[in-house]
C-alpha cells in the first residue's frame, strides 16, 4: 500500500541552526500539506501546495519557514534559523485531489528538538 | 471559518465497555467529516470519513461515527473496546471544495483499562 514517507524520524538540533525535514508524497498526489503538533498539542496546518507553489498557509508559517519541491518526488520543510517554540512533531501529508475534499494521508512524522 | 471542538481531553473507559467520543465543528456549509487516531509516537491513521449520503459511516477496527446536522457533530463509537484501542483521537473537518487544509480539534485521549 503506497504511503508517506518522512525523514529523519527524529531530529535533535541547536536554536538557530537550519534544519530540513524530507517528505515523499504519495506518487500520484498532486497536493503536499506541512501540520506540526507541538507535545500535547492539536495538530496544526502549517501550509499547503500544489503546482510547485504556495496555495495557503498559517500565520504559523513565517519568513523562517519555506517549502520545496525539488526534484518531483521529495517535498521538504526548511525551517531558517531555528527556535526553542519550533520544537514538534511535523508532520506531512498528501491527497490525490482536492474537488472531492479526499482524504490527507500522513507520514509517521518527524519529530523536531531545538535545544 | 471552520473549527473543530472536541469537549472531552481524557476518557478513560474499560476493555469491553463501549465508547462514545464527541466532536463538534463550525462551518458555513456542508463540511467534509474525519475521525483519525494516533498511537503513541507514531502517525495519523484516518478511522473513517463523511463526504455525504448516508450520516452513519462505518471505518476500520470497528469504529463509526454519525453526523448530525441538526447538532453540528460528528461523534465516534465503537461498540466494545479493546485494549489496543488506547489511543489519541481526533476529529477534523474540511471543505468540499478547493484545496482547503483540514482543521483539527484538539484530540481526545482514550485510556482503556482491564
Known amino acids: 500500500e503506497p504511503e508517506v514517507t518522512q525523514t529523519p524520524s527524529h531530529q535533535v538540533t541547536q536554536m538557530g541552526q537550519e534544519v530540513i525535514l524530507r517528505c515523499v508524497p504519495i506518487?500520484?498526489?498532486?497536493?503536499f500539506y506541512w501540520y506540526r503538533q507541538i507535545l500535547g498539542q492539536k495538530v496544526e496546518f502549517l501550509v499547503s501546495f500544489y503546482n510547485n507553489e504556495i496555495s495557503e498557509k498559517s500565520e504559523i508559517f513565517d519568513d523562517q519557514f519555506s517549502v520545496e519541491r525539488p526534484d518531483g518526488s521529495n517535498f521538504t520543510l526548511k525551517i531558517r534559523s531555528t527556535k526553542l517554540e519550533d520544537s514538534a512533531m511535523y508532520f506531512c501529508a498528501s491527497r490525490r485531489l482536492a474537488a472531492d475534499g479526499g482524504e490527507l494521508f500522513f507520514g509517521e512524522g518527524s519529530r523536531l528538538t531545538v535545544l | 471559518a471552520q473549527s473543530v471542538t472536541q469537549p472531552d481531553i481524557h476518557i478513560t473507559v474499560s476493555e469491553g465497555a463501549s465508547l462514545e467520543l464527541r466532536c463538534n465543528y463550525s462551518?458555513?456549509?456542508?463540511?467534509?467529516l474525519f475521525w483519525y487516531v494516533q498511537s503513541p509516537g507514531q502517525g495519523l491513521q484516518l478511522l473513517l470519513k463523511?463526504?455525504?449520503?448516508?450520516?452513519l459511516v462505518q471505518g476500520i477496527k470497528g469504529f463509526e461515527a454519525e453526523f448530525k446536522r441538526s447538532q453540528s457533530s460528528f461523534n465516534l463509537r465503537k461498540p466494545s473496546v479493546h485494549w489496543s484501542d488506547a489511543a489519541e483521537y481526533f476529529c477534523a473537518v474540511g471543505a468540499h471544495s478547493g484545496n482547503t487544509p483540514l482543521v483539527f480539534g484538539k484530540g481526545t485521549r482514550l485510556s482503556v483499562i482491564a
Open positions: 462551518y458555513g456549509a456542508t463540511p467534509y
Open positions: 506518487s500520484n498526489h498532486l497536493y
Open positions: 463523511y463526504f455525504s449520503g448516508d450520516t
